[in-house]
């Protein structure tokens, strides 16, 4: 359960003050589907980061599972995100001379699990994300594209957390394995129940998603379900 | 983050850019080698000083003509005071002061010695019978020089082994021969074993003729170079020392101990003359060394800057799932660790070597201490500590999300 209450940011240069959010409220439950649409300079880089606790709020309150995240220190936000939050990014991120396996087990060195329940763990994702097994031990610059976002989305759901942050997932991909990579994350909400927040400026990807925040200039603009829902 | 971890994590970043890893380690393995090696020679050198010295005779207390004592140095009087003792002080210090073992007054020179084509320059001395027992010298073929040789001022000579190597070829045999010294026959009655003291001054190289003999044709008076005195035990050297003094002062009608015209030394201020000599050339040739040691580290440094510039992207990736500030100073840290660590295990190693070598080929004598062991691992762990504690802060401090952006 996410809850935003008024949420501010407030960026200073040393002339001038911009308000990358201004006054943001919105509530996501557990299990939703939601895409955070924009274009770019609309906010939703920065409310992406205070989202998934890389950042806090100049002002307003953002509670995570009852949590007030935007009062926690450095550490505190790391072991938010260790347990709680699945990053996926536009460039994937993935360490380029480790293998599938080990990259889709990183987050968990940060946590105290075994190493086989590690291993067993990545495997588990990775088949759910539909990877190849024959991929586990290939080198992750080794693989295409698609295969890369879909090892990134392994690593997001390895440490089994509530919410999985996906920015501009297929903003480097082509349509095509784009769509796979959107039809993996509806994969995950509709059946695994993880919940998913997309963020894009895309309206296609938007779609994908069943609930679409717009933002523009730091305001929400529009805040509506997404009946076209192909489900 | 687990230690296994953090070494698995270590391992792969090390070897992702094997040559760099390679490069930088060397600069490690040069700096703490040659600092093994160079203390090893230091204190080589003092091992064969202090031995030479202990082998020069036990409880030995040596009274030198022409010297003023100072505060840890010597500075001689000149050349005109320089023989200010004579073969009666000998014999009053042996007749006046007790816990005296014997009294073997010498005299020294160099000159140059003939025979049949060769001829040498070498050390020439006039000694007692008592002398050979008094400075530890061993006899290995005939005899030494006798009271009988001393009385007659007989014309007799006892060389050493390297002289008689010089003089008559290696391991001949030539007692019974003769050998001129200043242009006077001698005859050979003795060979001296060897005993092996090389560098500073070989104790084989010289040829040893009554005193009698010496002060009479060489010197043409009564003076004598050097007063050895053997003291019964460790315990009196101290009391007969200051006997000796104040006897040669009253006898030389001397009032003031600062003008003495003599000088007294026991071995043990010789030793800790000469250890102080050879610590400072331990310090100097490992701080020249340490300088490298320097220099290696700030390879270190240097490399994991650039490390932590290129895996900038990492660690913000790192810190997005959940890294805190502290395991990621520690992983860079542990690098750092990592290879000044193996850079010292293989400069050990390498120092180890190296000091072989030079006491094979160079003919100096090292000594590797557990010492010098334990400190080359202890500074190469301190320096990778050192050195990385900059980029492992630095690389701790990014921030996540400029981090992720970095290109």
Known sequence: MIECKNITKTYKSETVETNALKNVSFTIKD??????MGPSGSGKSTLMHILGALDTPTSGEYFFDGKNVSELSEDELADVRRDKIGFVFQSFNLLPRATVLRNVMLPLVYSDISKNERENFAKTVLINVGLNEARFYHLSNQLSGGEMQRVAIARALVNNPSLILADEPTGNLDTKTGEIVLNTFEILNKE?????ILITHEREVAEHADRIIRLRDGEIVEDIINGKNKH | MKTSDLFEETYSALMANKSRSFLTILGIVIGIGSVIAMISIGQGAKGTIESSIESLGSNLIMITPGFQRGAGFQVSSGRGSAQTLTSEDADA?????????????EFDGRYQVTTKGTNTNTQIIGATAVYADVRNIEIDQGAFVSDQNVQNSSKVAVLGPTTRDDLFGESSNPIGQTVRIKGMEFKVIGILKAKGGTGFGSQDDRIFIPLSTAQRFLAGNERVSTINVQAIDQNSMAMVQEQISSLLLNRHKISDPQLAD?????QADIISSASSITNTLSILLGSIA???LVVGG??????MLTTVTERTREVGLRKAIGAKKKDISTQFLTEAVMLTFIGGVIGVFVGWLFSLAISKFGGINTSISLFSVILGFGVSAIIGIVFGYYPARRAAKLNPIEALRYE
């Open chain 1, 31 to 36: 299990g939703e589907f939601v895409a955070i």
């Open chain 1, 192 to 196: 695994k129940h993880h919940t998913v």
């Open chain 2, 93 to 105: 210090i042996g007749q006046e002061i007790g816990s005296i073992k014997a009294v073997a007054p």
């Open chain 2, 262 to 266: 003599f000088s007294i030394m026991n």
């Open chain 2, 290 to 292: 340490g300088i490298s």
């Open chain 2, 298 to 303: 700030i390879g270190i440094m240097n490399m």
